[in-house]
């Protein structure tokens, strides 16, 4: 096998240290290699050392494996003079019986100088702040949600139903019901009688659901519950001032991700966060695909496949695909809405679901490279690609039913 790089290093890295293995050609015999390990410190300094001792060996290429979040400050002070590459864990696995700490560098070395490791995406700097702001403004609403989560199940246990009646228990309504039940108020009608606007029509309701055994120790657990809410509410707001100022450059992107159906502002800040809006990056629509973890897997052996789950992908990036979906395939008389229809009836919701977030990150790949907004093809346009099909589909179901179908032409007037 070609060697194209003669002097590799390989680093196996881990919270407290890493494993560095320098692959060179050896002084003694004539096409072989030798392998130098060393332990270095996972510090900024002694990271550094690290770097000298790579360039004083003359490496052209170090490969790291991605490691949690370990691998960071390596790759961060190496690449300033070292062309280093981050490879997942999937693509430089060891043999199996062989997993050590020093096989694993040496592994990783041996792979690069023949050049099998491909390099993962990684960002610049501003784009991987964006992806910290956004990422953490993702994990805040999910945290938030779950005290709603909490406080519903508290409620359960007082025996009042106030998630029965109203939609969101923390609303100003349902806000101001809780706060009353803090203070001490325990009379059913007068805590129903706190319900604003339209909730005001379901005062009769609200006032079954508000009859329970609320105790001080409830009384407790609900402001702690509300605190927490509302701290998080005031961080995410911080968020989102902060990601709309780093926003700035990627002005034009977003424009262009919010013509898409279903794609909220929000969303499409993740999209660009995690994309870097650079499609340049992506050699086609199908690795953007693959790399965000919305297209089937491929594993076939004598001619019949075994199976075609997504294959994991960026998780924030799906994520987001998933909530535009979600949207999409509710938006009237759209081409995502009737792919999703299409879809359902054979291979179910979820699978459709799927098709429909390739979709949409196969027009993300092209809106972005070529930078034209988003074009609606329309709720028929499955019926006017092949309308003798959808004409057939409409005569099979009336036959289902029974009926027997006789079609005539329609006369257009000029």
Sequence with gaps: MDVLHERCAGLDISKKD??????????????????????WGATTNAVLALREHLIAARVSLVVIEATSDYWKPFYYLLTEDLNVILVNARQAKNLPGRKTDVSDAAWLAQLGSHGLLRASFVPPQPVRELRDLTRSRTQMTRERGQIVQRLEKLLEDTGIKLSSVASDITGVSGRAMLEALIEGERDPQALAELAKRRMRSKIPELTEALTGRFREHHAFLTRLHLDNYDQLTRAITELDRRIEEAMAPFRDALDLLDTIPGVSRATAEVIVAETGADMSRFASPKHLASWAGVCPGHHESAD???????????????????????SAVRAKDTYLQARYKRLTSR??????????????????????????????????????????????????????????????PLERTA
Excluded at 352 to 361: G, N, P, R
């Design 304 to 326: 019949r496949t075994k199976n075609t789950k997504v294959r994991p992908g960026n998780p924030y990036l799906k994520g987001a695909l998933g909530i535009a979906a979600f």
């Design 18 to 39: 890493a494993k560095a293995c320098v692959r060179a050609p050896s002084t003694k015999r004539r096409g072989s290699f030798t392998s130098e390990i060393t332990t």
């Design 347 to 408: 291979r179910g919701p979820l699978r459709a679901l799927v098709a429909v977030e390739h979709s949409m990150i196969t027009a993300i790949w092209h809106m972005l490279t070529d930078r034209i907004p988003y074009h609606e093809l329309g709720g028929d346009y499955f019926t006017r690609r092949d309308p003798e099909r959808a004409t057939r589909r409409a005569i099979n179901a009336l036959n289902d039913l029974g009926y027997t179908v006789t079609l005539n």
